[in-house]
């Protein structure tokens, strides 16, 4: 059994111009913690999520290389937080997002999704091996729900 039998098909897609609040509202519909980031020209370039969001609204000495350790001490309300995201809601997702990402191919074995995702990775984006296009991600709800639900492809070993 191969990943994509995990795949949500057709996610939310991003596009480098796409605003961080366009991309936060499809975050929070999709339920995925991470979308794909298309070029103009339709190929994956990136991942933006929940991580890149959390980022924008903590302190910024919290987010710089070598810098706050622990944040404790600061006592941010939820307005505070919202003022902080909202100075960035308008900047475009091409400019936030993750260029490094694990991406899988319709080959990829359904234990190595799993574990990547176990290892940490948001969403994995399906590509194409042969044209490069994406086919879709796998994420934690769709591990979830293939095997949660009863009526899910069965398998014997």
């Given at each position: 059994m191969s990943s994509t039998s995990?795949?949500?098909i057709d996610p939310p897609l991003l596009r480098e111009d796409n605003s961080v609040e366009?991309?936060?509202?499809?975050?929070?519909?999709?339920?995925?913690?991470?979308?794909?980031?298309l070029d103009d020209d339709g190929h994956l370039v990136g991942m933006f999520g929940i991580h890149q969001l959390l980022e924008m609204m903590a302190p910024k000495a919290a987010t710089i290389e070598d810098g706050l350790e622990d944040a404790s001490?600061?006592?941010?309300?939820?307005?505070?937080?919202?003022?902080?995201?909202?100075n960035d809601l308008k900047i475009p997702v091409g400019k936030m997002m993750n260029?490094?990402?694990?991406?899988?191919?319709?080959?990829?074995?359904?234990?190595?999704?799993?574990?990547?995702l176990h290892r940490g990775d948001d969403s994995l984006p399906v590509i194409d091996k042969e044209d490069?296009?994406?086919?879709?991600?796998?994420?934690?709800?769709?591990?979830?729900?293939?095997?949660?639900?009863?009526?899910?492809?069965?398998?014997?070993?």
């Open positions: 995990l795949m949500l366009e991309a936060a509202r499809a975050l929070l519909s999709s339920r995925v913690r991470s979308l794909p980031v001490f600061v006592n941010d309300s939820v307005p505070d937080l919202r003022r902080r995201l909202d260029r490094e990402f694990t991406s899988l191919n319709q080959d990829t074995p359904l234990t190595q999704a799993v574990q990547l490069g296009s994406l086919l879709g991600l796998v994420t934690y709800w769709g591990v979830l729900k293939a095997v949660t639900d009863p009526d899910s492809e069965k398998t014997t070993d």
